[in-house]
């Protein structure tokens, strides 16, 4: 089994800064890329950023430069730093994993969704 808790959203003003966390727990042997996702309604899912084992991040071109993506191994832990703020950016924010379980079953899991709201 495995769960992925969130944290870190909440309401802050345009220019301002939040930082999300998401933590994976359970029988796991190993942890491959982890990823953020955001949602509103009408629109599709769309990939923020994601970062593999290695490290190698990706970015979308509407987060560059303003969104930065890093992982703590040992805690199983993702985190999504994110400054200069905009109203656009409001959103549900999801994690996501590649996961390797104990018994070497394989899948994708996601987190239950944190809101994120940029207002003035």
């Known amino acids: 089994q495995v769960q992925l808790v969130e944290s870190g959203g909440g309401l802050v003003q345009p220019g301002g800064s939040l930082r999300l966390s998401c933590a994976a727990s359970?029988?796991?042997?190993?942890?491959?890329?982890m990823s953020w996702y955001r949602q509103t309604p009408g629109n599709q899912r769309e990939l923020v950023a994601r970062i593999t084992a290695d490290g190698d991040t990706n970015y979308a071109d509407s987060v560059k430069g303003r969104f930065t993506i890093s992982r703590d191994n040992t805690r199983k832990t993702v985190y999504l730093q994110m400054n200069g703020l905009k109203p656009e950016d409001t959103a549900v924010y999801y994690c996501s994993a590649r996961i390797v379980l104990m018994s070497s079953s394989r899948g994708t899991y996601w987190g239950q969704g944190t809101q994120v709201t940029v207002s003035s």
């Open positions: 359970g029988t796991i042997r190993s942890v491959y890329d």
